[in-house]
């Protein structure tokens, strides 16, 4: 078969079926970002301090407790509870109508020290049965990268609506205008797509908390006009598109006092919304040493510049680490028949322009730097934060010269 032909089947194999896809987001509120903020602002507080602290942080949140664990080695002088009530009040959980309360909550803190095992591995420098001096990643594990030309973002159109909802949601909730909004929320967007373009939004649904006195009617009405139909595209939303909001008809009991929060529960809504694969790690409360946090941003940031540089409409790139051995044991290019140039070519390029050790992807994003507590909430791409230094396209040239 000619390569001509072979690339064609591939194509329609990619590209010609219509398709409904599906992604959710979930509000600053939900148990599980709560958790997430928690472990983000420990980690900022700690890089305020001292760049070169060692995070690991998870929380965990229910009814009136927040549980703050993990290990930490850092020289910075940290005070956990005033930390965690700063969180949680800046979310918004300060009605005196709920259970979980930023100056009510209790916080227990069980924080140790980062194993020494695994600091050999990771510190840039020899130890017993390591088989390099250089910086080591801090764990096994794969990790993705995915980006697409559907959005301006370069993004997947799913999951950026659906965080468009959620953020427009909080957005009215903070400047107090509705006040019967609370800070639990979740939202999700169904696309429909033919040839491997967005043609239509087939359903929206919104879940918000809400205070006691409000009518469900009142709710759905607010949702459509004021949310829906301000952040999503008009020519995707026709008169088949279905809402549904609050469909169980309430939601009151809503945050830790309704369900469980534990960091790192919302790994696709971190990513791409299942568009993407996800290796499986969490981000929240890691330094960028832990690879599953910094190597999924460098994946993203070379994806971005692959399509940036339309050599892809799709691009998804997966690394995979050994814990303390300095380069990745692979890393490989997958962009689903849309290349303008053979995959090989992609791959030779993006080695010879990038690095993937842990130290360097450190350096190349500069990631020693206060900053998560931007990433938490709404997805940790497809922003225009110039601190969030993975969504830039700085590497376009250089890519198409190495091509």
């Known amino acids: 078969m000619s390569l001509a032909k072979s690339k064609t089947l591939t194509d329609q194999k990619y590209m010609s079926n219509r398709y409904i896809f599906s992604s959710e987001s979930v509000g600053e509120g939900h148990p599980d970002k709560v958790a997430d903020t928690i472990s983000d602002a420990v980690l900022d507080a700690c890089y305020a301090q001292d760049k070169f602290s060692r995070v690991a942080c998870e929380t965990y949140v229910?009814?009136?407790i927040a549980i703050v664990g993990g290990e930490i080695t850092t020289k910075a002088k940290l005070d956990f509870v005033a930390i965690?009530?700063?969180?949680?009040?800046e979310i918004g959980y300060v009605n005196d109508d709920d259970v979980f309360h930023a100056d009510k909550v209790f916080v227990n803190v069980i924080v140790t020290q980062q194993s020494p095992d695994i600091a050999q591995g990771v510190d840039a420098r020899k130890a017993k049965g390591k088989k390099t001096a250089k910086q080591g990643a801090g764990d096994q594990g794969l990790m993705f990268g995915y980006a697409s030309n559907e959005t301006p973002?370069?993004?997947?159109?799913p999951i950026m609506f659906a965080h468009r909802l959620g953020r427009e949601l909080t957005k009215i909730r903070k400047s107090g205008k509705v006040a019967w909004l609370r800070p639990d929320a979740k939202s999700q967007v169904s696309v429909v797509y033919e040839n491997g373009k967005p043609v239509a939004i087939s359903n929206v649904v919104i879940s918000t908390q809400h205070a006691a006195d409000v009518e469900h009617a009142e709710i759905e009405k607010f949702c459509i006009e004021n949310v829906i139909k301000k952040v999503l595209p008009a020519r995707l939303l026709t008169k088949n598109t279905e809402f549904l909001i609050n469909p169980t008809g309430r939601f009151v009991v809503g945050g830790p006092q309704g369900d469980t929060g534990l960091t790192g529960r919302k790994i696709i809504v971190d990513t791409y919304g299942g568009m993407g694969r996800h290796?499986?790690?969490a981000f929240s409360g890691k330094d960028p040493t832990k690879v599953d946090r910094s190597a999924a941003y460098m994946g993203r940031w070379v994806a971005k510049n692959v399509v940036a540089a339309k050599l892809a409409a799709k691009c998804e790139v997966q690394f995979a680490y050994a814990i303390g051995h300095p380069d990745p044991v692979s890393v490989h290019v997958e962009t689903f028949g849309t290349a303008t140039v053979s995959d090989a070519k992609i791959i030779r390029a993006?080695?010879?322009v990038f690095s993937f050790q842990p130290s360097d992807i450190i350096d190349q994003l500069n990631l020693r730097r206060p900053i998560y507590g931007k990433t938490t909430n709404y997805g940790h791409f497809g922003k225009s934060d110039k601190d969030l230094t993975?969504?830039?396209?700085?590497?376009?040239?250089?890519?198409?010269?190495a091509i």
């Open 390 to 401: 993975w969504e830039a396209t700085s590497k376009v040239e250089a890519l198409l010269k």
């Open 350 to 352: 993006v080695n010879k």
């Open 153 to 157: 973002e370069l993004m997947p159109a």
């Open 62 to 64: 229910k009814s009136n």
């Open 84 to 89: 965690t009530r700063k969180a949680i009040r």
């Open 279 to 281: 290796g499986g790690g």
